[in-house]
Structures are given as structure tokens and as C-alpha cells.
């Protein structure tokens, strides 16, 4: 009996799923839009793109961005961009 085409093809299915990218995550502001969702997590980011994936990969469908600071960097210099800090919802619903 030959193994190997089943271990090869049972890599392959493993590959694939797992490369499966989440899909990103609603930025929203108003605590409205996420009433009623179950929460997920918190993240954070300098990029509104990037914050949204992360949201994403927590398993949110809703990013509420509850609070922006200005970044800093070794030694406590602030730099000039922002991050931002934002509340990861799973709304069973998409608002």
C-alpha cells in the first residue's frame, strides 16, 4: 500500500486552511454600532488598515476606536504619528 499521495495530499489541505487570511474588520467611532455585539479584544495600531486586520484575525466583524495617543519612542520622544487604541466586537449582524 503507497502512503505518500495521502500524506502529501493531507499537507496540502492543512496549507491551505491555515493560509486562509481573515477578513478585516469595520472601523467605527460611535458606541452605537457595536450595542448588542459580543467583545473580543483590544488591539492597537498606528495604521487604520492594519488595525482593521488585527481586529480581523481576533475574530471581530467591528473595530470601536476608543482611544488615539500620540506614539512615542525610546526615551519618551513622541513621534509624529498616532496610535490608536480600539475595542474588538463580534456583531452576529453586520451594521
Do not use: W
Not at 496540502?12 to 459580543?38: E, H, L, Y
Not at 500620540?70 to 451594521?95: D, F, H
Request: aromatic residues 6%.
Amino acid at each position: 500500500m503507497n502512503v505518500e499521495p495521502i500524506v502529501v495530499l493531507s499537507v496540502f489541505v492543512v496549507a491551505a486552511c491555515s493560509s486562509a487570511t481573515p477578513k478585516s474588520a469595520r472601523i467605527v467611532q460611535d458606541p452605537k454600532a457595536v450595542g448588542g455585539c459580543q467583545f473580543r479584544a483590544t488591539v492597537s495600531d498606528t495604521d487604520y488598515v492594519d488595525l482593521a486586520k488585527k481586529a480581523g484575525k481576533e475574530g471581530g466583524t467591528h473595530a470601536l476606536i476608543v482611544k488615539t495617543q500620540q506614539e512615542r519612542g525610546p526615551l519618551g520622544v513622541e513621534l509624529p504619528s498616532k496610535e490608536y487604541i480600539a475595542e474588538v466586537y463580534n456583531c452576529p449582524a453586520a451594521k
